[in-house]
């Protein structure tokens, strides 16, 4: 029988990937390298979140915060289902 789990093992190591203490203008520039609209954020190889176009309109502009100053576990999303 096929598992989500070894589907995952077959899978190449995911390139789009930013550190969650990393500031928001590091996850743009990374984004927009490898023309991607998200980044899967890890700190110290455990999942975090994710980090969108989405979170940086909704969380950073809208809130008024600055690219340069603001770190990506302050912005990205959270609550996401997985897959244990």
Same mark, same amino acid.
């Given at each position: 029988? %096929?598992? =989500?789990?070894?589907?995952?093992?077959?899978?190449?190591?995911?390139?789009?990937? %930013?550190? =969650?203490?990393?500031?928001? %203008?590091? =996850?743009?520039?990374?984004?927009?390298? @490898?023309?991607?609209?998200?980044? @899967?954020?890890?700190?110290?190889?455990?999942?975090?979140?994710?980090?969108?176009?989405?979170?940086?309109?909704?969380?950073?502009?809208?809130?008024?915060?600055?690219?340069?100053?603001?770190?990506?576990?302050? @912005?990205?999303?959270?609550?996401?289902?997985?897959?244990?």
């Amino acid at each position: 029988m %096929i598992t =989500a789990a070894g589907i995952l093992k077959q899978k190449p190591p995911v390139f789009n990937v %930013i550190d =969650a203490d990393a500031k928001v %203008i590091e =996850a743009l520039q990374l984004m927009s390298s @490898v023309n991607l609209s998200y980044l @899967v954020v890890m700190k110290q190889n455990v999942f975090q979140g994710i980090f969108s176009e989405r979170d940086y309109s909704r969380n950073v502009i809208l809130r008024g915060l600055h690219s340069d100053t603001a770190t990506v576990k302050e @912005v990205m999303s959270t609550s996401l289902p997985a897959i244990g």
